[in-house]
């Protein structure tokens, strides 16, 4: 099956090169890379809660608790009240949400129907690129708003939503940059679209 797009000379010559690789690697090192540091902070807290322990705890017990821990609760119940649905605004996120990942899958459809796995196209001759990128803003900006609603940072990387994030969008934002698109793993989307309304509902 040939791609319906019609190439100039610098575009087949880009076809014969494969770079599949490079996303592969931007995904996993962007995930795990994070994952590592998270994970080296959350020991050496602990490692030193463990071993510097505070001598004057009894003497410090009646002091207020800092406020800044009071803001951190309440924008956390805020962004959870949102993510799950809870009010109506909330509500209209997760509907939002969804029909974002639908529109991801459609988009994922289009572009598997060239029967490519690997195209070099511009951002401005690709119009699912572009929306691609459009769903990518959004999905980043919930992506943030999940964050904020979390628990701890680790858990929040542990999350299955969160790997299909660390897996789909950093490889389109490459496909910007390189000039090229890749199909690789955005089959994942459908994972979130299935699981999305019993999860955030």
């Not at 994970?39 to 071993?51: E, G, M, N, Q």
């Not at 401005?124 to 990128?133: A, H, Y």
Request: charged share 15%; net charge negative; with cysteine.
């Amino acid at each position: 099956m040939h791609s319906p797009y019609n190439y100039t000379k610098t575009q087949e010559s880009c076809q014969e090169e494969r770079k599949a690789w490079i996303f592969l690697l931007i995904s996993c090192s962007s995930y795990f890379g994070l994952l590592i540091i998270v994970v080296f902070f959350t020991l050496l807290s602990a490692l030193c809660k463990k071993l510097c322990k505070p001598t004057e705890v009894k003497a410090e017990s009646n002091i207020e608790p800092i406020a800044g821990s009071s803001f951190r609760s309440e924008v956390r119940e805020w962004a959870t009240s949102l993510i799950s649905g809870q009010t109506t605004t909330g509500r209209l996120l997760v509907v939002f949400i969804y029909a974002c990942n639908v529109c991801a899958v459609i988009v994922y459809m289009i572009d598997t129907s060239s029967g490519l796995m690997e195209e070099c196209i511009t951002w401005v001759d690709s119009i699912t690129l572009q929306i691609d990128f459009a769903l990518s803003v959004i999905f980043i900006l919930h992506h943030l708003l999940r964050l904020l609603a979390s628990s701890t940072i680790l858990s929040f990387l542990l999350e299955m939503v969160t790997i299909v994030d660390y897996f789909t969008i950093p490889p389109l934002l490459a496909s910007i940059w390189m000039g090229r698109t890749w199909i690789g793993l955005r089959y994942i989307f459908n994972y979130t679209t299935s699981t999305s309304i019993y999860m955030d509902g």
